[in-house]
Every structure is written in structure tokens, then in C-alpha cells.
């Protein structure tokens, strides 16, 4: 990965910079789409949208 995509790395529910910090990866159940999600938000079960294909989930 580039310092670039690196850079671009920001939670999907709540938009902060998660550059160097414990969160998850993972792919969108319809798209397969890379999201990133914040341990904070992860914990709250915030919800999350794809932003490719709109899947929202918990």
C-alpha cells in the first residue's frame, strides 16, 4: 500500500483519519468495496454505508 492509499484511510461512519490506528478492514458484503471503520465507531455498532453501492449496515 502506498503512503498515498495510506493517507486516504478514513472511517466510514464518522470520516476521521484512521491512519496508524487498530481499525477494521474489511469488504462490502454486496460490492466488495474496501471499508474502514474506527474501533470507537466499531464499538458504538454505528452505521456504516458503502460508498459505492449504498449497503448500509450495523
Given at each position: 500500500m502506498s503512503q498515498e492509499q495510506r493517507q486516504k484511510r478514513k472511517c466510514v461512519s464518522c470520516g476521521i483519519n484512521i491512519s496508524g490506528t487498530t481499525a477494521a478492514a474489511f469488504?462490502?458484503?454486496?460490492?466488495?468495496?474496501?471499508?474502514?471503520?474506527c474501533s470507537k465507531c466499531r464499538k458504538q455498532s454505528n452505521l456504516y454505508e458503502c460508498p459505492d453501492c449504498g449497503f448500509t449496515g450495523p
Amino acid at each position: 500500500m502506498s503512503q498515498e492509499q495510506r493517507q486516504k484511510r478514513k472511517c466510514v461512519s464518522c470520516g476521521i483519519n484512521i491512519s496508524g490506528t487498530t481499525a477494521a478492514a474489511f469488504k462490502c458484503p454486496d460490492c466488495g468495496q474496501q471499508i474502514y471503520r474506527c474501533s470507537k465507531c466499531r464499538k458504538q455498532s454505528n452505521l456504516y454505508e458503502c460508498p459505492d453501492c449504498g449497503f448500509t449496515g450495523p
